[in-house]
T-cell receptor
Framework: ETGVTQSPTHLIKTRGQQVTLRCSSQ?????VSWYQQALGQGPQFIFQ???????GRGNFPPRFSGLQFPNYSSELNVNALELDDSALYLC??????????????FGPGTRLTVT | QQQVKQSPQSLIVQKGGISIINCAYE??????FPWYQQFPGKGPALLIA?????SEKKEGRFTISFNKSAKQFSLHIMDSQPGDSATYFC????????FGPGTRLSVLP
């Protein structure tokens, strides 16, 4: 059983550009959540996908968008990058939405730097 | 109302001592409370979690104490080891997960 993987590990982009981050969920997990973690802070919820449908969204603007694919892998897209978007982006997968299915397992993250 | 407050911000404990981290919440719709451990350059790792229908849960050296009426919960790390030095996050889940700001724990050898 493989864990949650994310790519790329590090990324440097220029303000105004667009970026796509990728996540492969843990085997057997149909739910993926994305988080933004600024330096020295806790993860902030961006959105969650359950069986390819968005199932909740945090306080992030529409330029943050996502997709979940039939194999439950996921993408996070950020348009019109701003300097404040510099952060560690974390993907977490879980077996479902209720009960012990809510146990989330995080990937190692993608470190995004916007210059 | 969606916030989870966490204290202390940082904690220094001698090897073999007890580390205690506290969290508080407002939203009574939260019904699942996990704790995560994060090492530098890594993603958070699930340590232990509790539901509000129990007051305590223990797994190895880690114990969660939960006080539903006070809307507070805490993590106790018994016999703290230098390898426990990391940042610890409490979280709460209702509709979505809300994380505390973290506690940086240093265990001195």
């Amino acid at each position: 059983e493989t864990g949650v993987t994310q790519s790329p590990t590090h990324l440097i982009k220029t303000r105004g550009q667009q970026v796509t981050l990728r996540c492969s969920s843990q085997s057997g997990h149909n739910t993926v959540s994305w988080y933004q973690q600024a330096l020295g802070q806790g993860p902030q919820f961006i959105f969650q996908y359950y069986r390819e449908e968005e199932n909740g969204r945090g306080n992030f603007p529409p330029r943050f968008s996502g997709l979940q694919f039939p194999n439950y892998s996921s993408e996070l897209n950020v348009n019109a990058l701003e300097l404040d978007d510099s952060a560690l982006y974390l993907c977490a997968s879980s077996p479902g939405l209720a009960g012990v299915g809510r146990e989330q397992y995080f990937g190692p993250g993608t470190r995004l730097t916007v210059t | 109302q969606q916030q989870v407050k966490q204290s202390p911000q940082s904690l220094i404990v001698q090897k073999g001592g007890i580390s205690i981290i506290n969290c508080a919440y407002e939203n009574t719709a939260f019904d699942y409370f996990p704790w995560y451990q994060q090492f530098p350059g890594k993603g958070p790792a699930l340590l232990i979690a509790i539901r509000p229908d129990v007051s305590e849960k223990k797994e190895g050296r880690f114990t969660i104490s939960f006080n539903k009426s006070a809307k507070q919960f805490s993590l106790h790390i018994m016999d703290s080891q230098p390898g426990d030095s990391a940042t610890y996050f409490c979280a709460a889940n209702g509709q979505n997960f809300v994380f505390g700001p973290g506690t940086r724990l240093s265990v001195l050898p």
